[in-house]
């Protein structure tokens, strides 16, 4: 199967020098594209920036931004009979990133406000916008509450599966070699994946949801 598999952070420009973005290290989507490679799957990982090769035999997307994302992503998953979507998309961006690099006003102590805009919804726009009908992955990053919000986030983005992890905890997630998942089914099933190197965890969350 052609699978896609979002992963890693996107950086939304502020100015030319400046950015917000997230501590996404990309790490759990690039295992997820080795882990699927070796079952046997053509793979497009669309990756946002990170300080990582990508992995050999599979077929790789650069994007930067979140609305560069939503683009690469709306122009391939068409081709895919599945889509994981683990990247840490930025769910704001800078209304008016400057042209030029923004400069302190010597001495006068002055603030700056930064105005904000929402990002398109990658994962929430498969069903409708895409027209995906494949099998549908989604990832959430939490600090609290996590089963309630990943169950949340699977029924309002229509997935099959939410693979959800708390990122409040210093020894799983972001930036970190090795992570601990619970995947939740449409259906109702719940699958603790016990904390483990990325690479394994990657390798049974695709077990889990049929594609290891």
């Known amino acids: 199967m052609r699978i896609l ?3 890693g952070p996107t950086r939304e420009p502020i100015d030319p020098v400046r950015y917000i973005s997230n501590r996404s290290s990309g790490k759990m989507g690039y295992a997820l594209a080795a882990a699927a490679r070796d079952a046997g799957h053509d793979v497009l990982l669309v990756s946002g920036p990170v300080a990582l090769a990508p992995p050999e035999g599979v077929e790789l997307l650069p994007v930067t931004s979140a609305a560069e994302m939503f683009a690469a992503v709306e122009g391939e998953i068409g081709r895919c009979g599945a889509a994981i979507f683990a990247a840490a998309v930025a769910d704001y961006t800078p209304a008016h990133p400057a ?3 923004i400069k302190k006003v010597p001495g006068s102590g002055a603030g700056m406000t930064l105005e904000l805009v929402p990002t398109r919804d990658i994962l929430g726009s498969a069903r409708g916008t ?4 494949g099998l549908l992955v989604g990832f959430a990053a939490e600090t609290e509450d996590v089963r309630e919000h990943a169950l949340g986030k699977l029924r ?3 997935c099959d599966f939410l693979v959800a992890n708390d990122v409040s905890r210093r020894d799983i997630g972001f930036d970190g070699d090795q992570n601990e998942v619970v995947v939740y089914a449409a259906d109702g099933p719940e699958t603790p994946v016990p ?4 690479s394994e965890v990657a390798r049974a969350v695709l077990r889990t949801i049929g594609l290891g």
């Open 99 to 101: 042209r030029q690099k």
């Open 5 to 7: 598999i979002t992963a």
């Open 156 to 158: 309002r983005k229509g």
């Open 195 to 198: 904390k483990g190197p990325k």
């Open 130 to 133: 895409f027209g995906f009908a």
